[in-house]
């Protein structure tokens, strides 16, 4: 955990100082924000205009740097897999999560922040967990969606519900759709019981 968050902290003082719009998301932000107990890697996203600029400064950090092979299931336009003192970074830029004939894409952006947190003297950009949600139910990792979904219900996170309704308007499964307007249904009736 220790060396991951030392990694970390080298991603953000360099991205930070290049002023690159990034953010941090997977399993490392959920563990941030108490929902999961451990994260193996970094997964970082890069505005697409910046992702260039952010490979060729975080190259400079890599002990190795590799083009990440897409995956049939999910897979982004851009995406490298860089080593940072022994952790494994993934840095990607427009990820797209596919079940034919439906696709969900993410153009990562400054709206897709949730919250910065600080990281010793610097800030961290964590991703919307709207997001992840769909991401995690497209790519088969139903528990982590449910666990992004009770964080919700139960209000230990906020839900921006028009970021998960833009979600939900893209090319997505019916059952997942139908799992997002229930979501949405049992949040708005939440928030007028308070």
């Given at each position: 955990?220790?060396?991951?968050?030392?990694?970390?902290?080298?991603?953000?003082?360099?991205?930070?100082?290049?002023?690159?719009?990034?953010?941090l998301g997977g399993s490392q932000c959920l563990l941030?924000?108490?929902?999961?107990?451990?994260?193996?890697?970094?997964?970082?996203?890069?505005?697409?205009?910046?992702?260039?600029?952010?490979?060729?400064c975080l190259r400079l950090l890599s002990t190795d740097?590799?083009?990440?092979?897409?995956?049939?299931?999910?897979?982004?336009?851009?995406?490298?897999?860089?080593?940072?003192?022994?952790?494994?970074?993934?840095?990607?830029?427009?990820?797209?999560?596919?079940?034919?004939?439906?696709?969900?894409?993410?153009?990562?952006?400054?709206?897709?922040?949730?919250?910065?947190?600080?990281?010793?003297?610097?800030?961290?950009?964590?991703?919307?967990?709207?997001?992840?949600?769909?991401?995690?139910?497209?790519?088969?990792?139903?528990?982590?969606?449910?666990?992004?979904?009770?964080?919700?219900?139960?209000?230990?996170?906020?839900?921006?519900?028009?970021?998960?309704?833009?979600?939900?308007?893209?090319?997505?499964?019916?059952?997942?759709?139908?799992?997002?307007?229930?979501?949405?249904?049992?949040?708005?009736?939440g928030m007028h019981e308070n």
């Amino acid at each position: 955990m220790i060396e991951r968050l030392k990694s970390l902290y080298k991603i953000s003082q360099v991205l930070n100082t290049n002023e690159i719009v990034w953010g941090l998301g997977g399993s490392q932000c959920l563990l941030f924000k108490g929902l999961v107990d451990t994260a193996r890697d970094l997964d970082i996203f890069i505005l697409e205009a910046d992702y260039q600029r952010a490979l060729e400064c975080l190259r400079l950090l890599s002990t190795d740097l590799r083009k990440k092979k897409p995956i049939s299931q999910f897979f982004s336009k851009y995406c490298y897999e860089l080593s940072i003192d022994g952790i494994m970074v993934d840095l990607m830029a427009v990820f797209i999560a596919v079940e034919p004939p439906y696709k969900f894409q993410l153009n990562f952006d400054e709206t897709r922040i949730s919250q910065w947190i600080a990281l010793e003297d610097e800030q961290v950009p964590l991703m919307a967990l709207e997001d992840w949600w769909a991401i995690y139910w497209m790519i088969g990792r139903e528990k982590r969606g449910l666990t992004i979904e009770e964080s919700f219900i139960q209000h230990r996170v906020d839900c921006n519900l028009n970021l998960l309704l833009n979600n939900l308007q893209q090319n997505l499964p019916d059952w997942l759709k139908r799992r997002g307007t229930e979501l949405l249904s049992s949040l708005d009736e939440g928030m007028h019981e308070n």
